[in-house]
T-cell receptor, first 117, second 115 residues
Framework: AQKITQTQPGMFVQEKEAVTLDCTYD???????LFWYKQPSSGEMIFLIY??????QNATEGRYSLNFQKARKSANLVISASQLGDSAMYFC??????????????FGQGTRLTINP | DSGVTQTPKHLITATGQRVTLRCSPR?????VYWYQQSLDQGLQFLIQ???????AKGNILERFSAQQFPDLHSELNLSSLELGDSALYFC??????????????FGPGTRLTVL
């Protein structure tokens, strides 16, 4: 069974600093995908970044980058130059292999990030 | 705005009642997913439909059922509601399962409160 672990329930960071949110995963699949979503207080789920298990390069999307270490089964999210608007809940998720087109996401418990001015 | 719409936004009902949550996927997306987010269980996958057919099932209770219609919108039916069913219910959609980086776009959610 798949499992996603986010060990940081909450993090507090000063504005403009970089922050790393931890995510480790457990799967026996060779093909999988890793996602990060942001959930602000308004409740919607916002896609941030994706990393495929066969991707050799770490994914980047603007200020977001994913530090993918396959051997350690970790997929940490790095936010550079944090902003007040980055304060939110962040979820790491994994998609299992494409068995018959089934594509459920398994989510971690989330990390609540607070950016201080 | 993800392009996925969900109605209603809020729903307050009593125990034992039945409700229907509705989702319209992004234009062109064939796959619809339902997730439940509660304080004690976190975000959990309920069920996936692809082009009208059930494709994957997660931790969905027998009191819950879903379907996807020919116009691709989906409904999640929750019956014999219990206090513990109070949660935020998300619908997500994606283009097609089987593609490599099949991002799921989430709707704004329906917040269900069972009193």
């Amino acid at each position: 069974a798949q499992k996603i672990t986010q060990t940081q329930p909450g993090m507090f960071v000063q504005e403009k600093e970089a922050v790393t949110l931890d995510c480790t995963y457990d799967t026996s699949d060779q093909s999988y995908g890793l996602f990060w979503y942001k959930q602000p207080s308004s409740g919607e789920m916002i896609f941030l970044i994706y990393q495929g298990s066969y991707d050799e390069q770490n994914a980047t999307e603007g200020r977001y980058s994913l530090n993918f270490q396959k051997a350690r089964k970790s997929a940490n999210l790095v936010i550079s130059a944090s902003q007040l608007g980055d304060s939110a809940m962040y979820f790491c998720a994994m998609r299992e292999g494409n068995s018959g087109g089934a594509q459920k996401l398994v989510f971690g418990q989330g990390t609540r990030l607070t950016i201080n001015p | 705005d993800s392009g996925v719409t969900q109605t209603p936004k809020h729903l307050i009902t009593a125990t034992g009642q039945r409700v229907t949550l509705r989702c319209s996927p992004r234009s062109g997306d064939l796959s619809v997913y339902w997730y439940q987010q509660s304080l004690d269980q976190g975000l959990q996958f309920l069920i996936q439909y692809y082009n009208g057919e059930e494709r994957a099932k997660g931790n969905i209770l027998e009191r819950f059922s879903a379907q996807q219609f020919p116009d691709l919108h989906s409904e999640l039916n929750l019956s014999s509601l219990e206090l513990g069913d109070s949660a935020l219910y998300f619908c997500a959609s994606s283009v097609s399962p089987g593609t490599r980086d099949n991002e799921q776009f989430f709707g704004p959610g329906t917040r269900l409160t069972v009193l």
